[in-house]
């Protein structure tokens, strides 16, 4: 009783803390309304700067959380996209605060037409789990590129990683520029209710309902990046060691709690034997064993390898077939395994698996498995493999995603130079690089008029000789 009370003080004191963080920065950004481009690229160039010297504490504190987090995962899909992400705004800041000239049509000249990019304000950041520092300093970029105040929430389930963020990122930035929460699920809901001019949350689509539900009260708008299945569409003629290969690496990266990795696999029922046993030579080059393998990362926390393990025990009352690739299960470290004989009454095709469970489903026509991806909800990533660019371009015209690679997996995400963002069930709006900068800032017309003004002829008293020549000219 005495711990529940003083659980519930703490989380009160936290959300009231939210409260005064965002007054700070709504006080703040009203003071610099246009941080200038020098300003932008030095907070970027700060936080670059901190990430390189904090590699190894970042690394250590990621691998804790998850009980073993292979340190190459962390350096490819955590600080080197995030630095990717940090240079590549850097560079382009100046081009992209540039207003952009339109035209003015004749019947309104003499003028002028522009659009300014304008900072939001204090900008909202929920960050998952399952990448806690690249989920994090990839939106911090974007908003910062955008001249914003901002306020991050780490997940409470990486609590090694959440306040070793929230240390570091104080020691660069003041509290009024970027600040840190850590708590529970009611002082991420308290955050998600705030007034913010823009909300960003990653994590999953349940969640995700409730808050954009929150963020509706204050008509803030938000961009939802969520995930859903995404398909892996193996086509009748690919090398199947190709086609294993690139969807293997895609769904063992961080022991697949990726939200776009493979999530099943269609194949032609012809190749399906010849699918498996392509994926398990795969798998276990990369991983020649399970035990006490560096390489091999664990399942977050024992909640969710309950979850993995249910759908499991679920798929095969139901009938499935595991494959599994290893014999044993280490701690939270478990096992790749195909899952053949698949249907619909089972909650791994339900539900994204988000972890090493990867489901074949066979199919006879390419055009069965479009139609069984279109027939669900649309994913935040679609990948195919064949070399067949006519059918390429059928898979682009005929499937919606969030996005999509040809011939690979996860790597669309690393573009820079691509927008990011699903689609329906998977999320609503995009960021990353420019996408990211446009998303963060509000694009403001401005229609410009000196002394002269030629529009004077067509105000009222209507009926003159000018203005009947003006409709002559543009309307009639």
């Known amino acids: ?17 939210l409260d005064g963080t965002f ?40 691998s804790a959380d998850f009980s073993n987090r292979s340190a190459d995962e962390t350096l490819l899909a955590e600080l080197m996209p995030s630095l990717h992400g940090i240079h590549y705004a850097n560079k382009r800041i100046k081009k992209w605060m540039k207003p952009s000239r339109r035209s003015v049509g004749m019947q309104f000249m003499p003028a002028s037409a522009k659009v300014i990019y304008q900072p939001l304000g204090v900008v909202g950041i929920i960050v998952p789990w399952n990448y806690p520092l690249f989920l994090a300093i990839g939106p911090l970029t974007g908003a910062l590129a955008a001249g914003n105040r901002v306020m991050i929430k780490m997940s409470e389930s990486t609590p090694a990683t959440s306040q070793l963020v929230k240390d570091l990122l104080a020691r660069v930035f003041p509290e009024d520029l970027v600040s840190v929460a850590l ?9 998600s209710k705030l007034p913010f001019d823009h909300l960003l949350f990653t994590g999953a689509t349940s969640i995700g309902k409730h808050v954009m539900r ?18 892996a569409i193996v086509s009748a003629d690919v090398p199947l060691a190709d086609a294993a290969e690139r969807i293997a690496f895609g769904k063992t990266l961080n022991a697949g709690q990726t939200c776009v990795a493979p999530d099943y696999v269609l194949v032609p029922r012809d190749r399906v034997d010849g699918f498996v046993t392509a994926y398990r030579q ?23 390898l309950t979850r993995l ?12 077939r595991i ?4 014999p044993e299960t280490q701690g939270r470290r478990l096992p790749q395994s195909l899952v053949l004989d698949v249907n619909d009454e089972m909650k791994l095709m339900q539900d994204e698996i988000f972890g090493p469970l990867l489901p074949v489903v066979p199919y006879d026509r390419i055009e069965d498995a479009f139609a069984y991806v279109n027939a669900r909800p649309r994913p935040l990533a679609l990948y195919y493999f064949g070399y067949d660019k006519r059918e390429q371009q059928r898979v682009l015209h005929e499937t919606h995603s969030g996005g999509v690679c040809l011939n690979d997996t996860l790597l669309h995400v690393a573009q820079d130079d691509m927008p990011f963002g699903g689609i329906g069930p998977s999320g609503m709006g995009h ?7 446009l998303t963060f800032s509000k694009a403001k017309g401005v229609f410009i008029k000196q002394r002269f003004n030629a529009a004077r002829l067509i105000y009222p008293p209507y009926g003159k000789a000018i203005q009947k020549l003006v409709y002559k000219l543009f309307v009639r």
């Open 282 to 304: 795969v798998v276990q080059r990369f991983y020649p064993q399970l035990k006490d393998n560096p390489d091999y990362t664990a399942i977050i926390n024992e909640r969710q």
């Open 309 to 320: 393990n249910g759908y499991v025990q679920d798929a095969e009352a139901r009938g499935a």
């Open 431 to 437: 960021y990353h690089g420019h996408e990211g900068f």
């Open 183 to 191: 708590g529970e699920a009611e002082v991420g809901m308290a955050f």
């Open 214 to 231: 929150a963020a509706a009260e204050n008509l803030t708008p938000v961009t939802l990046e969520l995930g859903g299945k995404s398909p």
């Open 323 to 326: 494959v599994s690739l290893y």
């Open 23 to 62: 007054a700070l920065q709504r006080a703040a950004f009203a003071a610099n309304p246009m941080p200038s481009a020098e300003q932008r690229i030095q907070w970027l160039k700060s936080l670059s700067e901190l990430l390189t010297e904090q590699q190894d504490a970042l690394i250590s504190a990621i």
């Open 1 to 17: 009783m005495v711990a529940d009370i003083a659980y519930l003080q703490h989380s009160q004191q936290q959300i009231n803390q």
